[in-house]
């Protein structure tokens, strides 16, 4: 059975940083599958933030471009996202995803102005 586990949301001043953890379990060969997060604001469908390839290829969402970083560590079986220069419309439930479709229970972000 496929799990994944986030950690590392917050609440956090505008302009600071937060650093989201995913350990993925169940997935014997990790490396093969593409890894990303997602955010859905209140009122707001969920959206694409940062994937990362089997191959290590990253795509950003424009808003994110610049502040966040994701990263991976097949070893551990775990996708990181780091934010740097948080803003209020960062605050979201962030979900991690891991190809085909296996996704995450949800980490809290909050920025605050």
């Known amino acids: 059975q496929v799990q994944l586990v986030e950690s590392g949301g917050g609440l956090v001043q505008a302009g600071g940083s937060l650093r989201l953890s995913c350990a993925a379990s169940?997935?014997?060969?990790?490396?093969?599958?593409?890894m990303g997060w997602y955010r859905q604001a209140p009122g707001k469908q969920r959206e694409l933030v940062a994937v990362?390839?089997?191959?290590?290829?990253?795509n950003y969402a424009d808003s994110v471009k610049g502040r966040f970083t994701i990263s991976r560590d097949n070893a551990k079986k775990t996708v990181y996202l780091q934010m740097n220069g948080l803003k209020p419309e960062d605050t979201a439930v962030y979900y991690c995803n891991v190809s085909p479709n296996f996704w995450g229970q949800g980490t809290q972000v909050t920025v605050s102005s």
């Open positions: 990362i390839t089997s191959g290590g290829s990253t």
């Open positions: 169940g997935i014997m060969f990790i490396k093969f599958n593409a």
